[in-house]
């Protein structure tokens, strides 16, 4: 069965510092890892995906993220937090096998001006 | 990126009532449809997959005589909340993907929040 963990609920950063927000996966094949936003009583915004190729995948919004296969991570970074990048933050992965995302249990993202 | 819509935004209803959702995708064919639940805080639960023109496929735990989905079009997908308990009470999400490739994107709807009082 396919997982995703974050390991942080929260995550605190002060404008114009960098940003990292942690994800791990567990699937049986390759996976596919997509990252997501949520503001407030909105749908989720997709943000990137990895499928195949670099390893570092560039985003919307200034957004890139590492795929590391032998620590089975996804992290999702950012060089320069802007205050409105401050939303919930959604891991995902998708077993080539499977139609469905699994969700990840979401980092809140707090930037303090 | 490609647009989903859902209506209503929002929708109180008294117990026992039912309430139907509905997902648009709004300049796309979305030969799949996912249908989502997410309590306050937590994250999406997966309910049910939907193809067009075929029966929608179920996680496990989700009644599907209580939360009937029909996908009639390549876009439009309802969901039906049927004698709707407190419980049900949630955030609905769906979301939309095109093509048969696992790696396109799903893209999703604002949600409609339900409450049951």
């Known amino acids: 069965a396919q997982s995703v963990a974050q390991p942080e609920d929260q995550v605190n950063v002060a404008e114009g510092n960098p940003l990292t927000v942690k994800c791990t996966y567990s699937v049986s094949g390759n996976p596919y890892l997509f990252w997501y936003v949520q503001y407030p009583n909105r749908g989720l915004q997709f943000l990137l995906k990895y499928i195949t190729g670099d390893n570092l995948v560039k985003g919307s919004y200034g957004f890139e993220a590492e795929f590391n296969k032998s620590q089975t991570s996804f992290h999702l970074k950012k060089p320069s937090a802007l205050v409105s990048d401050s939303a919930l933050y959604f891991c995902?992965?998708?077993?080539?096998?499977?139609?469905?995302?699994?969700f990840g249990s979401g980092t809140r993202l707090q930037v303090q001006p | 990126g490609a647009v989903v819509s859902q209506h209503p935004s929002w929708v109180i209803c008294k117990s026992g009532t039912s309430v139907k959702i509905e997902c648009r995708s709004l300049d796309f064919q979305a030969t799949t449809m996912f249908w989502y639940r997410q309590f306050p805080k937590q994250s999406l639960m997966l309910m049910a997959t939907s193809n067009e023109g075929s029966k929608a496929t179920y996680e496990q735990g989700v009644e599907k005589d209580k939360f009937l989905i029909n996908h009639a079009s390549l876009t439009l997908s309802t969901l039906t909340v049927t004698s709707a308990h407190p419980e049900d009470s949630s955030f609905y999400i769906c979301?939309?993907?095109?093509?048969?490739?696992?790696?396109?994107?799903?893209?999703f709807g604002p949600g409609t929040r339900l409450t049951v009082l």
């Open positions: 979301s939309a993907r095109t093509g048969q490739n696992s790696y396109n994107e799903q893209f």
């Open positions: 995902a992965v998708r077993d080539p096998g499977r139609r469905a995302l699994t």
